[in-house]
């Protein structure tokens, strides 16, 4: 997640990812989660809200007025906002400049009617491992203190196709550093 400033009037716009696929949950309290790169294909996504920690009376932004646009790319959930002059959206690029807070989340509902997870227990872990396979809704992207998912990050940053695409590139090469140290069993 990241701060960008944009423009001549140096306009402020937040970046990063509302959700990553494949990745695992933290514990979600006896169970762990990922999310399936084709979740989204069906979601209904037309009307989702930028906000801070999931409050409704916090919002950065939204889909419907054109201030949140959100993109579905190899890696996950992209959303990048244009913040209102608010003193709540100033503090938080101020603390989020800072590096306190730089991760994000989402609130969506499962497809149940399509078979839209499936859970498998973990004999070994003792926990339950869930995979959302459909996705009905998507509700909010936000930035938040807490996240389900650690790579599901945020920041303030200048917007550019250009920083995009690094952004990217950086993302594929660290996916391929995993997989050859897993491969090496490192």
Not at 32 to 49: F, H, K, N
Not at 136 to 163: C, G, H, M, W
Request: hydrophobic residues 30%; charged residues 30%.
């Amino acid at each position: 997640m990241e701060v960008r400033t944009e423009g001549e009037n140096n306009s402020q716009r937040i970046v990063g990812y509302g959700l990553r696929f494949n990745v695992w949950s933290q514990d979600l309290g006896g169970f762990i989660e990922q999310i399936d790169p084709g979740s989204l294909d069906e979601a209904d996504m037309t009307d989702v809200r930028c906000l801070i920690d999931h409050e409704t009376g916090k919002i950065l932004g939204r889909t419907t007025s054109g201030t949140l646009a959100l993109t579905v790319d190899e890696f996950g959930l992209r959303y990048d906002v244009d913040p209102p002059d608010t003193s709540y959206a100033d503090d938080l690029i101020k603390v989020m400049k800072r590096g306190d807070i730089n991760q994000s989340s989402f609130g969506f509902r499962v497809d149940y009617e399509n078979d839209g997870d499936e859970w498998v227990y973990d004999s070994n872990t003792g926990i339950y491992k869930r995979t959302i396979r459909k996705i009905k809704r998507i509700f909010d992207v936000s930035v938040v203190t807490y996240p389900a998912y650690t790579q599901a990050e945020s920041l303030v940053s200048n917007r550019s196709q250009e920083s995009y695409e690094h952004e990217l590139r950086l993302m594929k090469e660290t996916e391929i550093l995993k997989i050859k140290l897993d491969l090496l069993g490192l």
